[in-house]
């Protein structure tokens, strides 16, 4: 015997009908949609992303500022890196080394942040130790791999710039040395 025949002497004419009538019904019914178009915004903006400084030997407690090298920049169109902040959209950014510097070189490496502040110019800002504000810190330490964070209120276009402080008093070298800063925005 067929399936088909199975089935039918299983269920019946009336259970064929009903089934039947359920695959109308189930058939008949109104779907709804609904499009959403996404689109996709940067609240962070990379400034000048390479720079050379000269660094002499023995120098201690020295200031060197991303952009910019030897000096801070006049104005805020040169800046490391830029955040822009939507209403109810606050932002962090995780600012680290991708490598410590060598601390057989350097005595201290030290990073911190000002932001640009219209008729004030060049205000420090506070750094943290995690993204969603943890302890303050005084500066990220460049001798080590932790990061530093800087967290920005909803509603902000702010420009940043990257100050390190540093001595290199422990050898007599001149083998040339990079520094690479990594700059991650992260929800705060």
Not at 88 to 106: G, H, P, R, W, Y
Not at 140 to 148: E, H, K, V, Y
């Amino acid at each position: 015997m067929s399936k088909i025949r199975k089935i039918r002497a299983l269920l019946g004419i009336k259970g064929l009908l009903a089934i039947a009538s359920l695959t109308s019904i189930a058939l008949a019914l109104v779907v709804y949609t609904t499009a959403v178009t996404m689109q996709p915004t940067s609240q962070f903006t990379l400034g000048t992303s390479s720079d050379s400084w000269t660094v002499y030997v023995n120098e201690v407690n020295e200031v060197r500022y991303l952009p910019g090298g030897d000096s801070a920049p006049l104005d805020d169109s040169t800046f490391a890196f830029e955040v822009v902040t939507d209403a109810d959209k606050v932002c962090a950014v995780q600012i680290e080394l991708t490598s410590a510097m060598d601390n057989t070189l350097f005595s201290n490496f030290d990073i911190t942040v000002s932001r640009w502040v219209a008729g004030t110019g060049w205000v420090s800002t506070q750094l943290y130790n995690s993204a969603t504000g943890g302890s303050p810190i005084s500066s990220i330490d460049g001798l080590t791999t932790n990061p530093g964070y800087i967290q920005q209120a909803a509603s902000n276009d702010i420009v940043y710039l990257v100050e390190v402080t540093y001595s290199y008093d422990l050898v007599d070298t001149l083998t040339p040395i990079t520094a690479t800063f990594q700059y991650t925005p992260l929800p705060a």
